[in-house]
């Protein structure tokens, strides 16, 4: 009979089994070992010799204190009794019934057992001895069998592989999430919907390296510019949205850690980090805790945004009776704003459990260095701004014509064109869907040309108003549409949102997303140019910033 399992061992028994160790190991070691001193050592003990011999032999076969415990008489636990028949039945039940993706329930395989046993003339087992046969199985074979082998490796396979940076910018996670609030348009003060978040975190310091806002779902183009805002120096940034604040970090990430979503396979993404030496890695397919940095943040930020009106919660339970759109009282750019405060005044500041000193601090031990550890000095700047962006958005190839460049339909002319009509090979072009009136013309000197509307009359349009003025013609059977028609229907669509803004949350959502074109699509321009005019108009009233105004928030880890 084999020792009991420690689990089920008392106190009592324990200490016993300590008291008969010292007399049990003497005899065990005594080569001279006569009938005598057994019989001195059950005096000892207080039991008999049979019971000393017994103890010995133990003892022998295994010298550990668990061989001394007392024995407990009668059947152990989980120890069969049924029908080895029976038994059978029940096994192959649950291999063939039960483990499957159809998933049925333990009452079913209770009938399902009982009818087999039936069929074959045998006793019928209890649904307890049932359940207590399903439960001695593995859960993670379970839980593959039932539910997939995916969610079995995501509940219960070892997390290996964890990320490692050794000093800032050594790694960036990307990733991105909507915002748990409901932005409302800058003029109406109307809802119009949850806008999505671009966030990078460093992975060393856990900083936040940048982000992006949008009302635009993620693309090549929301990643670009959350790079950019994270290479490059935010004193301008802040300054433009009246937050008084430090944000230290900038400069070019060594690596970048993303997923597996499409926009970060985009051609526009690896060329520009192979021209500035950026390395990426993805997360290996169907591994979520790889990204644990980035979406913990996601989570100690989205814990952040609940505190603010019009925030829609992550569910039913929690939101309550509350209506997210009635409560809505931001537009996008105060969110923006918003999240700027919660980031640099509060986040970076507060104390991370994850590394046990605010971020900002990591940060700065992290380039200057602390005690005995050298830091990475100062990280690589970005040299031209202007060209950082513009080596990230989207790619295009056009051949040079005797009118310019076409793309989207549209035609583009600058003088220096004339220098490469009639080349064979098509050149790279690449543009911003925010602002379509300029694009970019990759010459082979390795310099960006502008190239500009041939029609100088044209008004900035973004690539989302240029697609749903094809699918409106195309919807009116036009079969061929050239420049002209497409320009007519985006005035006439723009006519129509503004007319109707104030009763068409749709109307409202298209009338922000040109407005936020038109002050911020150039990357040309410098931040202080760019920026929402309402935005630099902060109201100074109060002596106290946002940020400090702020309730402090759970990490989440």
Sequence with gaps: MSAPDLSDVGSRAWEEARRCLPIIRRLAGDAARTRAKILRAAQELGCGPTHVYALLRRYNEDPRLTSL???????????ALLDPAVEAVIEAAIDEFYLTRQKPRLVHLAAEIRRRCAAGGLSLPSRKAITARVRVRKAGEVVAKRHGRKAARDRYAPVAGALVSDYPLALVQIDHTLVDVIVVDSETRAPIQRPWLTLAIDVHSRCVAGFHLSLEPPSA???????????????????????????????????????????????????????????????P?????????????????????RLLPGATFSSIAEKGDLDPERNAAMTLGEVERWLGHAIAGVYHRELHRGIDIPPIESWRRGIAGHGETFGRGEPILVADPRRFLIDFLPIERRLVRRDGVRLHSIAYWADVLSTWIGE???????????????????GPDGAYYDLAYRDLRRPPISLWEHRLALKRLREEGRALVDEAAI????????????DAVRSSKKARRRRERRFRVIQGGRPDLPPAEARDTEEVASDRADELQPHERMFPVEEWS
């Design 487 to 498: 320009f007519d229907a985006i005035d006439a669509m723009r006519t129509i949102a503004d």
């Design 424 to 442: 064979p090979m098509p050149m790279i072009v690449r543009y911003d869907p925010r602002d379509l009136s300029r694009i970019y013309l990759l």
């Design 221 to 283: 183009t929301s990643v670009a510019l959350c790079l950019t805002h994270a290479a490059l120096a935010k004193e301008s940034w802040l300054a433009g949205r009246g937050i008084a604040a430090d944000w230290p970090m900038h400069g070019i990430p060594e690596r970048l850690h993303l997923d597996n979503a499409r926009e970060f396979r985009s051609e526009a993404l690896k060329r520009g980090c192979e021209q500035y030496g950026i390395a990426i890695d993805y997360r």
């Design 69 to 79: 415990l007392p024995r407990v008489r009668g059947r152990r636990a989980g120890e």
């Design 285 to 305: 397919v169907r591994t979520p805790h790889y990204g644990g940095h980035v979406e913990r943040l996601i989570g100690t930020m989205m814990g952040k945004v």
